[in-house]
T-cell receptor, first 114, second 114 residues
């Protein structure tokens, strides 16, 4: 089956620093990946669509300059939370979808900003 | 507006009882409907998609376009069914396009008691 891997699984950082989260499709190529944010006991909210070789498409209300997305290859997308603040603490999940099939999800990254 | 509504936050049943998790959607066009499940400490995984019309782990879901519903059903719940269930929709996955992102409902926590 298709596997999507996220790294790191959890990270703690100081307020004001930047954190990079990687999302890799291990056994398939993904021209499009999606980044979600999940608050405790809440649903997943789409943040942005990451497109290989082009700019990401952000959902309304998501700050492009704060959440930098780079999709440098067909198997890797990165999300960088810049100048992180405690309110950015959350669970970030990426997914990739193969044409004609369902979406596959990474295991998620728990970000805690102190 | 595209929207997925899961009216129940929590559904608690006894083992062997029938289960129905409700899902209604709003979408202009022909969406694809999915049910995803998240077991404790595991990643999201696909349970069902409407176009495959399969029965997975005893669960079925029928798309009712008239009522814009995609309720998930199982005749006899098992304790191992306890998990978080998310209904989701997406537009048709177009080649080369950024469609294919999933819109999630808020989720229903199913608790099956012995």
């Amino acid at each position: 089956g298709a596997v999507v891997s996220q790294h790191p699984s959890w990270v703690i950082c100081k307020s004001g620093t930047s954190v990079k989260i990687e999302c890799r499709s291990l056994d398939f190529q993904a021209t499009t990946m999606f980044w979600y944010r999940q608050f405790p006991k809440q649903s997943l909210m789409l943040m942005a669509t990451s497109n290989e070789g082009s700019k990401a498409t952000y959902e309304q209300g998501v700050e492009k300059d704060k959440f930098l997305i780079n999709h440098a290859s067909l198997t890797l997308s990165t999300l960088t939370v810049t100048s992180a603040h405690p309110e950015d603490s959350s669970f970030y999940i990426c997914s990739a979808r193969i044409r004609g099939r369902e979406a596959f999800f990474g295991q998620g990254t728990r970000l805690t900003v102190v | 507006a595209q929207r997925v509504t899961q009216p129940e936050k929590l559904l608690s049943v006894f083992k062997g009882a029938p289960v129905e998790l409700k899902c209604n959607y709003s979408y202009s066009g022909s969406p694809e409907l999915f049910w995803y499940v998240q077991y404790s400490r595991q990643r999201l995984q696909l349970l069902l998609r409407h176009i495959s019309r399969e029965s997975i782990k005893g669960f079925t879901a029928d798309l009712n376009k008239g009522e814009t519903s995609f309720h998930l059903k199982k005749p006899f719940a098992q304790e191992e069914d306890s998990a978080m269930y998310y209904c989701a929709l997406s537009g048709p996955l177009n080649y080369g396009g950024s469609q294919g992102n999933l819109i999630f409902g808020k989720g229903t926590k199913l608790s099956v008691k012995p």
